[in-house]
């Protein structure tokens, strides 16, 4: 029997819920504990799923940098779930539309690594609903921003989860991996 793949959403977030521009609130907490975590993440998978807007900004990013998670994250394949982009120019880029839902469906049954995806908050958001992420892993982060798009909105639905693992770093903050209940 062929083992199946895993998708594996990992997320920044705040103690309040944010996930929306990590960017601004989320450096200064990132220290080697949190550096392997996101490695971890990126090392056992050989699949990349981005948004549209996550895939843009990473593009204008990740080619330019250099080091172990940028080799990573720059050679693997990244499939870019989108209705507005032709095209994707980055290395290994592929743009996706229509079902994806069951697009991913049949690419979990092909042998290979993880499929990790990192932002892509509705992306994240509609993979969850329709019950395709095996492993939600949620870096949240000591502080409160009070405003800013939450992944989990009033409206959202049920989505039950359990929690798998759970550990904290020196800097307060706690890797939660949870995976469908």
Known sequence: MIATRKIVAGLFMSLDGVVEAPETWHFPYLNEELTAAIGEIHAEADILLLGRATYES??????????????????????????TLDKADWHNSTVIDGD????????KQQPGGN??????????????????????????????????????????????LKLARAATFTTGVLDLTYQPA
């Open 58 to 83: 990473f593009a204008a990013v990740w080619p330019h940098q250099s080091g172990e998670l940028a080799d990573q994250i720059n050679s693997m394949s990244k499939l870019v779930v989108s209705t």
């Open 115 to 160: 499929i990790t995806i990192s932002g892509s908050i509705s992306l994240i958001r509609g993979l969850l609903q329709a019950g395709l992420i095996d492993e939600l892993r949620l870096l949240v982060h000591p502080i409160v921003l009070g405003t800013g798009q939450r992944l989990f909105p009033e409206g959202l639905g049920q989505v039950p």
């Open 100 to 107: 994806i839902a069951a697009a991913l469906r049949q690419l």
